[in-house]
Nanobody, 121 residues
Framework: QVQLVESGGGSVQAGGSLTLSCAVS???????????MGWHRQRPGKERELVSI???????TYIDSVKGRFTVSRDRRRNALYLRMNNLKAEDTAMYYC?????????????WGRGTQVTVS
């Protein structure tokens, strides 16, 4: 059974930092290394948005609002995904989700975690 579990959320003051982690398990017969992994968030009253992705070749992308503040990384050996968030702002307050796209058809058809809450005051 595929499972993604996020952790590392919490409450911080503006300007603070957090590191989110996503532990992935249950991929049998294939390597998570061949998948695109990403962090999404849903801010209060807003639609879910893609924050950052890391492709199987290691290329990373970010939405403009987090560039220079957030860093995504993956640990292929541990099947884990991370998001280091620095200089957090109130507008970063959201539920953060990790997701995996192994079919190349987009995250909507991939696997998702249940999320971890980040609150910036």
């Amino acid at each position: 059974q595929v499972q993604l579990v996020e952790s590392g959320g919490g409450s911080v003051q503006a300007g603070g930092s957090l590191t989110l982690s996503c532990a992935v398990s249950g991929y049998i017969g294939s390597s998570i290394s061949d998948c695109t992994m990403g962090w999404h968030r849903q801010r209060p009253g807003k639609e879910r948005e893609l924050v950052s992705i890391v492709r199987k070749n290691g290329v990373t992308t970010y939405i403009d609002s987090v560039k220079g503040r957030f860093t995504v990384s993956r640990d292929r050996r541990r099947n884990a995904l991370y998001l280091r968030m620095n200089n957090l702002k109130a507008e970063d307050t959201a539920m953060y989700y990790c997701a995996v796209d192994c079919l190349g058809s987009g995250f909507d058809t991939g696997d998702w975690g249940r999320g971890t809450q980040v609150t910036v005051s």
